[in-house]
């Protein structure tokens, strides 16, 4: 399968705990997204990659949230001292050119 | 901020029905696209529209993007059970800004 692969599928953890959610794109694309999705909402934008590069950062995206994408070719997102508020589930997508996202399936957080 | 707001919110119709969702916004896209999502996946791309008044087909599902580019709408013929999902409507505003704007979507049902 050469399509968005992300890890966890699924992730349950007590608020307080760290989580890092991991995005392998589809190879040759050269642009990241994450999004965070909660029950009867659309997706909304967190960051964006274009490359290694960290373009664009929503003010969604607090202190305790952290996105890398160190050689510009996976990408992970980390949520330290979790609050339950974080539940949800964290979308990548990954772009060739034009506005065209390829998404994964997604990794679903619960914060207990 | 820009909104896209997606009208009806909930839709559940029987098998044979045709139907057509709404997305509209008080600001201009330089594109707009439509994804389908299912249950615990992510969102599927259905189409780009680009150009103010353009229709696009794909099978029994017609797009079109108003001639202002402000709003869309998706009319489906004769829906089969295997269109259930939620419908999102997502924009781009061009220019520098690299994030994709998603409306909370319409969550169609098609009973057999």
């Known amino acids: 399968d050469t399509g968005v692969s992300q890890d966890p599928r699924h992730k349950i953890t007590k608020r307080g705990q760290n989580v890092t959610f991991r995005c392998d794109p589809i190879?040759?694309?050269?642009?990241l997204y994450w999004y965070r999705q909660t029950l009867g909402q659309g997706p909304e934008f967190l960051t964006y990659f274009q490359n290694e590069a960290q373009l664009e950062k929503s003010r969604l995206l607090s202190d305790r949230f952290s996105a890398e994408r160190p050689k510009g070719s996976f990408s992970t997102l980390e949520i330290q001292r979790t609050e339950q508020g974080d539940s949800a589930m964290y979308l990548c997508?990954?772009?060739?050119?034009?506005?065209?996202?390829?998404f994964g399936e997604g990794s679903r957080l619960t914060v207990l | 901020t820009q909104l896209l707001e997606q009208s009806p919110q909930f839709l559940s119709i029987q098998e044979g029905e045709n139907l057509t969702v709404y997305c509209n916004s008080s600001?201009?896209?330089?594109?707009l696209q439509w994804y389908r999502q299912e249950p615990g996946e992510g969102p599927v791309l259905l189409v780009t529209?680009?150009?103010?008044?353009e229709v696009k087909k794909l099978k029994r599902l017609t797009f079109q993007f108003g001639d202002a580019r402000k709003d869309s709408s998706l009319h489906i013929t004769a829906a089969q059970p295997g269109d259930t999902g939620l419908y999102l409507c997502a924009g781009h505003s061009g220019g520098s800004n690299y994030k994709l704007t998603f409306g909370k979507g319409t969550l169609l049902t098609v009973n057999p």
């Open positions: 529209v680009v150009t103010g008044g």
């Open positions: 190879s040759e694309h050269n642009r």
């Open positions: 997508a990954s772009s060739l050119q034009g506005w065209e996202l390829f």
């Open positions: 600001s201009v896209f330089s594109s």
